[in-house]
């Protein structure tokens, strides 16, 4: 949606301008000097806060002194900025224009008194700027405190031919992060000596110059053919800057929406290096929440320290102030899941209001299942996604699973059925996926076991990889994990897919909870009997496969062979597995779902279907104290939200209830209710709601697609992001400036390139 500008006879807007636009300031006393200096009538009953969200002043409209920077990549006022340049009589000219920006007419008086204003603060700013002329550097701040613009002198002949230089440079590493094209090409160090095969950046720059790109052609014609053209340092530096604008890009957005969660996705190997994916959700200005991708954080093994980084990224290296973070989540496998619980617990006790949730993206149960530190179980689940991954992967092997299990369950067609079903998708993801694998477990090693016998030719890499996994899945310590976990989480998989469920799911699954650990806890105090009923089951499910039932062989290495004949099978994992899991699992849920947590979800209450159901009865009041702040007028909350349920409850006949909040933040009419409005959009971007237009959760998917797509030695952090973020629009010209803000030394770029020569040996850049 555009900014227009809300001052007289200006009639820019953003989407159609490069100017900055700037909102009105909360402040009380600035924001009446910019509403007198506007002179419009219409604004002079509005308060601070409505001018501050709903108006805009385009840069033309402050002296050139009040603007500043604070970031290479965003321009911001000065703190005691006031617009004094103002057009207030050319609607004039035209007495038969519509104009509906109504100037107030002023008094001899009044203009006598904004004369004087106008001589003091030009006397200040003229003083201010003496003092500060020996100021060679001012640092930019978030305050913004920053280094005023110059005004640009005209670029000579060379300085236009640089900037077109490089402008062609950061189109050809735009073209190849959209493309997903590596800048290496060939690995140098295999080859034979005395040959030089350019890598994919330069070929590409040669593609450009043979196409009859002057600009190039002239910076290049007497390098040697054989030499790189651009040095790594500066193909990284320019990545960077990027990188940078690209991001800047997607968080004006955020930044503008205010309120956002983080929540970040499995670790993974960037050119052998962990690295955390980092997502962010927010309500854009169309009501639509969107969940993007903004970066990848280098993973530390040190919690603590990982705590300070993770912080530190997002709130200098991105600019996000972290008091409006309202949520977050991290979707780690079960080596990781420690640690950034420890980060959740440092952000939690800096910013109170960024609650600790599930990610909407990760089944509760899956969930669970990984934060349990036990080496047996994080096994399992490697196992679990290995052989389904491994059936996926070909039509064959799928049919292969399919006879099995229509051989195995010929007397129930109807659950073979569905076990087919199950087994064609993916899925580990699912809330049931351990009672999946528990009834798939017969037919994956039956058919594991046919492609290594049969006397079909298969690929050898196939047969062995369905070797390690029947010796994986016919072992029984992963029977008698899978089997434990899933009857422990058999108590949270209804509340769990209710989570993920409908809003009024979300609304009533907060309040079964209780019930949820009721039962956790009445398993705890009587383990010893529901052990026994597990560990049966799991040896009869052994008994099938022919497994023999014996206690796990690195315990026994451990032992050194003197195990303690008191110790069985059976008492061992219940004192190893099924007590610890228990007493694990209950403790996460307490965590994750906080008092502070359940009263968030029952706000979910003011969506009008839930209301409904509750026959208009709800006391959000009491719920919502914890986003008072966050509200736009906290002090009419409750004459409001009495306003919203008689809307509801006395619709038409023909009106449906909104189901959902994006269904209820697209109403007409949902401005006239701003406490709610805001209420509501706080409440969508948590992360435990799932993304409701499918077209806004492409962040995740397009972050899946790159690591599918990409080896690991290929991949990178720069062009990731511009990738995945294909479609965010880029400012050549500011990459450029900014690129020559950062790296002046460059810009004499013909120093920074080899000279030619016509001998054959290749000589390193």
Not at 156 to 170: I, V
Not at 541 to 566: F, T, W
Request: hydrophobic share 35%.
């Amino acid at each position: 949606m555009p900014n227009f500008c809300a001052a007289p006879n200006c009639t820019r807007k953003s989407t159609q301008s490069d100017l900055a636009f700037f909102r009105f300031p909360r402040d009380p006393a600035r924001c009446q000097r910019w509403v007198e200096n506007c002179r419009r009538v219409d604004l002079e009953d509005k308060t601070p806060d409505q001018l501050n969200k709903h108006y805009r002043l385009c840069a033309e409209h402050f002296e050139t002194s009040m603007i500043c920077r604070s970031s290479p990549y965003r321009t911001v006022l000065r703190d005691n900025a006031v617009p004094t340049i103002f057009d207030l009589t050319s609607h004039l000219n035209n007495p038969h224009s519509r104009h509906r920006k109504r100037i107030k007419e002023l008094s001899e008086e009044e203009i006598r008194t904004l004369k004087q204003q106008k001589i003091d603060e030009t006397f200040e700013q003229e003083k201010t700027n003496s003092e500060s002329k020996n100021d060679v550097q001012n640092p930019a701040s978030e305050e913004g405190q920053g280094e005023p613009i110059d005004d640009e002198l005209p670029l000579t002949q060379e300085e236009r031919e640089n900037k077109d230089y490089l402008k062609s440079l950061f189109e050809i590493l735009i073209l190849m992060g959209k493309q997903n094209i590596s800048l290496d090409g060939h690995n140098a160090d295999e080859l034979p000596e005395g040959i030089f095969t350019p890598d994919n950046f330069q070929a590409l720059l040669e593609f450009r110059i043979n196409s009859g790109d002057e600009v190039l052609r002239k910076q290049f014609e007497t390098t040697a053919v054989n030499l790189a053209y651009c040095s790594k340092t500066q193909q990284k530096q320019m990545l960077e800057i990027c990188e940078n604008c690209v991001r800047e890009e997607m968080l004006r957005e955020v930044r503008d929406s205010q309120f956002f969660s983080i929540v970040t996705d499995e670790v993974v190997d960037l050119a052998g290096e962990e690295h955390l994916p980092i997502l962010v959700r927010f309500v854009d200005d169309a009501h639509n929440l969107r969940e993007e991708f903004v970066g990848f954080l280098p993973y530390e093994a040190d919690p603590e320290i990982l705590a300070v980084k993770f912080h530190t990224t997002i709130t200098e290296k991105w600019g996000l102030n972290m008091e409006y973070c309202r949520g977050q989540a991290y979707v780690l496998s079960s080596g990781f899941a420690s640690k950034m619980k420890t980060v959740a617990t440092r952000i939690l006790e800096k910013y109170p209001q960024a609650i600790y949730t599930l990610s909407s993206s990760c089944a509760l149960n899956l969930w669970l299942a990984k934060s349990v530190p036990i080496l047996g179980i994080s096994v399992a689940l490697g196992t679990m996604e290995e052989t389904c991954l491994f059936f996926l992967q070909s039509p064959q092997m799928s049919a292969g699973l399919d006879n099995t299990l229509s051989a195995l369950f010929h007397n129930n067609e109807e659950k073979g059925n569905l076990l087919k079903e199950f087994a064609r998708s993916h899925w580990t993801g699912r809330h049931n996926s351990f009672e999946i694998v528990v009834d798939l477990l017969q037919a994956l090693v039956l058919c594991l076991d046919s492609i290594n016998d049969a006397s079909v030719a298969w690929n050898s890499s196939l047969v062995g990889q369905a070797s390690i996994l029947s010796m994986a899945l016919a072992n029984f310590d992963f029977v008698v994990t899978v089997v434990i976990i899933k009857n422990v989480l058999s108590f949270t998989r209804a509340f769990g897919k209710n989570l993920q469920g409908q809003t009024s799911d979300v609304f009533f699954a907060a309040s079964s909870l209780t019930a949820v650990l009721h039962s956790l806890n009445e398993v705890m105090e009587n383990i010893e009997v529901y052990h026994e009923f597990w560990f049966e089951e799991a040896t009869n499910l052994a008994s099938k496969l022919d497994i023999p039932i014996k206690l796990p062989g690195k315990y026994c290495r451990a032992q050194q062979g003197n195990v303690d004949s008191e110790i069985t099978p059976e008492n061992y994992y219940k004192e190893a597995l099924s007590i610890p899991t228990v007493e694990h699992i209950i403790q996460e849920l307490k965590d994750i779902f906080s008092e502070q947590h359940l009263k968030a979800l029952k706000c979910l209450s003011l969506v009008p279907s839930v209301m409904g159901q509750l026959k208009f009865n709800t006391s959000e009041e009491h719920h919502a104290d914890m986003y008072k702040n966050d509200l736009t007028n906290p002090d009419t909350l409750s004459a409001e939200l009495h306003c919203w349920r008689i809307k509801w409850k006395h619709r038409g006949k023909d009106i449906e209830l909104p189901t959902t909040i994006y269904e209820t933040l697209h109403l007409p009419d949902i401005k006239f209710f701003p406490n709610v409005y805001s209420l509501l959009k706080v409440l969508c971007i948590l992360p435990i709601m799932k993304v409701e237009n499918e077209k806004f959760e492409i962040g995740r998917r397009r972050l899946k697609a790159y690591l599918k797509n990409t080896v690991t030695e290929q991949r990178s952090n720069n062009l990731a992001l511009l990738n995945i973020n294909f479609d965010i629009k880029h400012d050549l010209d500011l990459m450029v400036d900014t690129y020559m803000k950062f790296y002046p030394e460059k810009v004499e770029f013909q120093e920074g390139f080899l000279p030619s020569h016509n001998s054959e040996e290749v000589q390193e850049t």
